[in-house]
């Protein structure tokens, strides 16, 4: 070997993704279903040892009703603030009915910038349109 090995090591490991996570830790969600984000993060690192990352002041609402998806509910951080300092003060809301194996509909929150372009702020998948969701 010539001279000493100086590259810097990566703790990013490209095969740990959400799909395989999900498969890993899906029967400790169901068994704690009101597990925090924070906790979650946790249990995750002292297995793994790998860190996950979030969005703070990203919002994301899931209900649920008896172990039925009822709704989801997603504004990322870096939309809403985008929004909120360059878009125009103007909301849409649009939806269409989802044809898949999974049935409802999904809703989607815009607003125009500042060339008139259409910027998603928000969205919703429900299992109906209704005054509740």
Same mark, same amino acid.
């Given at each position: 070997?010539?001279? @000493?090995? @100086?590259?810097?090591?990566?703790?990013?490991?490209?095969?740990? @993704?959400?799909?395989?996570?999900?498969?890993?830790?899906?029967?400790?969600?169901?068994? !704690? +279903?009101?597990?925090?984000?924070?906790?979650?993060?946790?249990?995750?690192?002292?297995? /793994?040892?790998?860190? %996950?990352? %979030?969005? +703070?002041?990203?919002?994301?609402?899931?209900?649920?009703?008896? !172990?039925?998806?009822?709704?989801?509910?997603?504004?990322?951080? +870096? /939309?809403?603030?985008?929004?909120?300092?360059?878009?125009? /003060?103007?909301?849409? /809301?649009?939806?269409?009915?989802?044809?898949?194996?999974?049935?409802?509909?999904?809703?989607? %929150?815009?607003?125009?910038?500042?060339?008139?372009? %259409?910027? +998603?702020?928000?969205?919703?998948?429900?299992?109906?349109?209704? @005054?509740?969701?």
């Amino acid at each position: 070997m010539v001279g @000493t090995h @100086t590259c810097g090591t990566s703790m990013k490991i490209p095969t740990i @993704t959400v799909k395989w996570l999900a498969k890993k830790y899906v029967n400790k969600v169901r068994r !704690q +279903p009101k597990i925090s984000l924070k906790a979650f993060i946790g249990d995750i690192y002292d297995d /793994l040892k790998v860190e %996950i990352d %979030i969005v +703070p002041g990203s919002t994301a609402i899931i209900k649920q009703e008896e !172990q039925k998806f009822q709704r989801i509910y997603v504004c990322p951080a +870096p /939309l809403k603030r985008a929004f909120l300092d360059g878009c125009r /003060l103007f909301l849409c /809301l649009d939806g269409c009915f989802l044809k898949g194996v999974f049935k409802g509909q999904i809703l989607a %929150i815009v607003g125009l910038d500042a060339d008139n372009r %259409i910027y +998603p702020i928000a969205w919703v998948v429900i299992e109906v349109e209704n @005054t509740d969701s």
